[in-house]
């Protein structure tokens, strides 16, 4: 009997073409023999379409609405899921999700940001009493806040940059506070981030209080929480973890982005930004990257999968954490899967271990 596995993509979130991407991926290297994939897209608006015509629909939907997904990888998940699946598609848009429930054995929620990897989604599905890939509602929401992750990292003793953070409504009312602030605690450059967001959305380098003011304004189109961190000069080293609740650690690979900082060109315009795995590090690095990586999972009560991302501070070689990320993009050329290929573990393999997890999971809370 195949295990009928429901990959949710999309949604309302700045980071929704990505979604798309990492469906892509995921759903071309689902074994057919093993699984029988049910495509779910959700709309910007949040509409879902579901079945083989998910893609379509969901294109349909956003070009009469203006918010247009289309490009290679819509195309190519309409091609894909031709055949493959038993559910029928449904004509119209449904603006709740119709009844998946009995329906599949699993959900993958490949989906990156707001509403997707903050708890949103999750807790939808813990409702439909379904089991899934990944973190839970507590672990998505703490991970994607930027703000409340710091608070948690810092309360287990994980070296971090220093960081201030405020509301959208603190910076309209009084941005003085927040410049001072900023200027005592750190200066410029500065790195200015919406909270709650990812792929680098929103996200400027501040070299002076015009350009913070400017990066301000940016985010706080983005999100009602901003954080402002001290920007340092570093390389950047991320790894994969992976499990429930003995979580293995991957080898760890290096970026060089393209541009100043990994904004979100480097990251999938162009492609330019290398890879380097394994990362050349000191033996002292490497194992303080995986004891933090391990730490940074359990302080969240993370399951599944994560990807943690470090810097290493040039002038000192510190190791220093910068963020978990609980959904990592998730296409064949991404890090987290990458990772896991040169620690010896397949894409397709990679994909049967995470269902495995959210079934086991599943179990574990009855
Ligand atoms: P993703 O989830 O896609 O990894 P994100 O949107 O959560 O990204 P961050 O990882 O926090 O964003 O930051 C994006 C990039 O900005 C980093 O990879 C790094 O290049 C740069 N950066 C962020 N914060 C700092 C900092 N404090 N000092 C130096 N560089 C930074
Ligand atoms: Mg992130
Ligand atoms: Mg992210
Ligand atoms: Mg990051």
């Given at each position: 009997?195949?295990?009928?596995?429901?990959?949710?993509?999309?949604?309302?979130?700045?980071?929704?073409?990505?979604?798309?991407?990492?469906?892509?991926?995921?759903?071309?290297?689902?074994?057919?023999?093993?699984?029988?994939?049910?495509?779910?897209?959700?709309?910007?608006?949040?509409?879902?379409?579901?079945?083989?015509?998910?893609?379509?629909?969901?294109?349909?939907?956003?070009?009469?609405?203006?918010?247009?997904?289309?490009?290679?990888?819509?195309?190519?998940?309409?091609?894909?899921?031709?055949?493959?699946?038993?559910?029928?598609?449904?004509?119209?848009?449904?603006?709740?999700?119709?009844?998946?429930?009995?329906?599949?054995?699993?959900?993958?929620?490949?989906?990156?940001?707001?509403?997707?990897?903050?708890?949103?989604?999750?807790?939808?599905?813990?409702?439909?009493?379904?089991?899934?890939?990944?973190?839970?509602?507590?672990?998505?929401?703490?991970?994607?806040?930027?703000?409340?992750?710091?608070?948690?990292?810092?309360?287990?003793?994980?070296?971090?940059?220093?960081?201030?953070?405020?509301?959208?409504?603190?910076?309209?009312?009084?941005?003085?506070?927040?410049?001072?602030?900023?200027?005592?605690?750190?200066?410029?450059?500065?790195?200015?981030?919406?909270?709650?967001?990812?792929?680098?959305?929103?996200?400027?380098?501040?070299?002076?209080?015009?350009?913070?003011?400017?990066?301000?304004?940016?985010?706080?189109?983005?999100?009602?929480?901003?954080?402002?961190?001290?920007?340092?000069?570093?390389?950047?080293?991320?790894?994969?973890?992976?499990?429930?609740?003995?979580?293995?650690?991957?080898?760890?690979?290096?970026?060089?982005?393209?541009?100043?900082?990994?904004?979100?060109?480097?990251?999938?315009?162009?492609?330019?930004?290398?890879?380097?795995?394994?990362?050349?590090?000191?033996n002292e690095?490497r194992q303080a990257i995986e004891t933090?990586?391990?730490?940074?999972?359990?302080?969240?009560?993370?399951?599944?999968?994560?990807?943690?991302?470090?810097?290493?501070?040039?002038?000192?070689?510190?190791?220093?954490?910068?963020?978990?990320?609980?959904?990592?993009?998730?296409?064949?050329?991404?890090?987290?899967?990458?990772?896991?290929?040169?620690?010896?573990?397949?894409?397709?393999?990679?994909?049967?271990?995470?269902?495995?997890?959210?079934?086991?999971?599943?179990?574990?809370?009855?």
């Amino acid at each position: 009997n195949r295990i009928k596995v429901g990959v949710v993509f999309g949604g309302k979130s700045g980071e929704h073409e990505v979604s798309l991407q990492s469906a892509k991926s995921v759903i071309e290297a689902l074994d057919p023999h093993q699984y029988t994939i049910v495509p779910i897209g959700i709309s910007k608006s949040g509409r879902w379409h579901v079945g083989k015509n998910a893609v379509k629909s969901l294109e349909e939907e956003q070009k009469a609405t203006k918010k247009v997904t289309s490009g290679p990888a819509a195309s190519f998940i309409n091609e894909q899921v031709g055949g493959l699946t038993s559910v029928s598609a449904q004509s119209t848009p449904e603006p709740l999700p119709p009844t998946l429930a009995g329906d599949v054995d699993v959900i993958i929620p490949v989906m990156h940001g707001t509403y997707g990897e903050d708890g949103s989604i999750q807790g939808l599905l813990e409702l439909m009493d379904v089991a899934y890939v990944g973190a839970g509602i507590l672990a998505s929401a703490v991970g994607l806040d930027k703000i409340v992750m710091k608070q948690v990292f810092g309360s287990v003793g994980l070296p971090q940059v220093r960081y201030v953070g405020c509301t959208r409504k603190t910076w309209k009312t009084r941005p003085q506070e927040i410049i001072e602030e900023v200027e005592s605690t750190f200066g410029y450059p500065c790195f200015v981030k919406p909270a709650n967001l990812g792929s680098s959305v929103g996200i400027t380098k501040a070299k002076s209080r015009g350009e913070l003011e400017r990066a301000m304004e940016l985010a706080a189109q983005y999100d009602r929480k901003i954080i402002i961190e001290e920007g340092l000069d570093v390389r950047e080293v991320e790894v994969a973890v992976l499990g429930n609740d003995t979580p293995q650690v991957s080898v760890a690979g290096e970026i060089v982005p393209s541009s100043e900082f990994y904004d979100y060109k480097a990251k999938y315009i162009g492609g330019t930004s290398k890879l380097i795995i394994p990362a050349e590090l000191t033996n002292e690095q490497r194992q303080a990257i995986e004891t933090y990586a391990a730490q940074a999972f359990q302080a969240i009560d993370c399951s599944g999968l994560a990807r943690v991302d470090f810097f290493i501070e040039k002038s000192s070689g510190k190791v220093i954490i910068n963020e978990i990320n609980t959904m990592p993009g998730f296409t064949r050329y991404s890090m987290y899967p990458k990772l896991w290929e040169a620690s010896g573990m397949s894409y397709t393999k990679l994909l049967d271990t995470l269902i495995q997890l959210a079934l086991e999971r599943n179990n574990e809370k009855r």
